[in-house]
């Protein structure tokens, strides 16, 4: 499966975005998809997961209550809402494919496809 993300931009403290990631391919519904994101000089972090079918969703604490994921299968697409942006919340937002379809994953080591990521920058 190829991945696309898409919606990234520069938004002042307080905003919204809202990210897309298309997934090419069939079978979409038989992935787990996944946000993680990436700020300059740190590792990748989980954002947020939901599992095949949209029933199961899981956050980190950081971004709980401001973010939102949901997923289209008829369409392909997962988005993530994110709002209240705060300037650490600036980073690359990767989105992510895990076979392991019926759990909201949160490690990295669970996602086998990985999209070519979409830049957000919060300004204070």
């Known amino acids: 499966v190829q991945l696309q993300a898409s919606g990234g931009g520069s938004v002042q403290a307080g905003g919204s975005l809202r990210l897309s990631c298309t997934a090419s391919?069939?079978?979409?519904?038989?992935?787990?998809m996944g946000w993680f994101r990436q700020a300059p000089g740190k590792g990748r972090e989980f954002v947020a997961a939901?599992?095949?079918?949209?029933?199961?969703?899981n956050y980190a604490d950081s971004v709980k209550g401001r973010f939102t994921i949901s997923r289209d299968n008829a369409k392909n697409t997962v988005s993530l809402q994110i709002s209240s942006l705060k300037p650490e919340d600036t980073a690359v937002y990767y989105c992510a494919a895990s076979r392991t379809a019926g759990w909201a994953q949160s490690s990295k080591s669970e996602y086998h496809y990985w999209g070519q990521g979409t830049q957000v920058t919060v300004s204070s």
């Open positions: 391919g069939r079978f979409f519904s038989s992935y787990a």
């Open positions: 939901i599992n095949w079918n949209g029933g199961s969703t």
